[in-house]
């Protein structure tokens, strides 16, 4: 019934809209000592910002299938992409420069997509970042191998997070980007 809001719409004026005496001839009732208000907003706004995610996320995939077609990439996004969890994407070119970032790194990170053009994800690490990781993610880079790991990075605002990242080379014949999808790690 969550899921299903046609079943709701006017729930809020049934209850609302209930005289005493048709609550008083419900038999079984349990008697509450505090009340609870229902709004169906609450049950609404769950599904709503679901399906907002799941645009924005389409959205994204629509941008990076533009870049794919821009630069004859053979990969198979798609499947990247249903594989994957993630919030942030992060593209970037051979030297991993970055050319596009998506709004959930924004959320993510707190940097903008102006503020990251051309500059490296390490602008990402810090003091506590494991250096066994980051060169795990050297090497892999280098191999062109997708991997997956996790690593210590900070917000704009110096804040640590963990995060679960996964990088996919991407090209044709020849690398030419890679892409990683990143998830913050409570």
Partial sequence: ???????????DLYLSGTPAQSEASIENVTKVDSILPLVSWDVFSD?????????????????????????????DLQT???ATDFEAIILCDKNQNIVWVNEGFTNMTGYTKKEVL?????LLQ??????K????????????????????NYRKNKQPYNCEIQIFPLGNVEMTHYIALEKEIL
Avoid at 1 to 11: A, G, R, S, V
Avoid at 53 to 71: F, L
Avoid at 118 to 122: D, I
Avoid at 126 to 131: I, L, Q, R, S, V
């Fill in 1 to 11: 019934m969550k899921q299903d809001l046609n079943k709701l719409m006017c729930l």
């Fill in 47 to 75: 599904s709503y910002f679901k399906q907002l995610i799941a645009s924005k996320k389409a959205m994204d995939i629509k941008k990076i299938n533009a870049y794919a077609k821009r630069h004859g990439w053979k990969n």
């Fill in 80 to 82: 990247i992409f249903d």
């Fill in 118 to 122: 051309g500059k490296t994800p390490r």
């Fill in 126 to 131: 810090g003091a506590k970042t494991d250096p």
């Fill in 133 to 152: 990781a980051t060169t795990e993610i050297a090497l892999n880079l280098k191999k062109n191998n997708p991997f997956k790991t996790q690593l210590l």
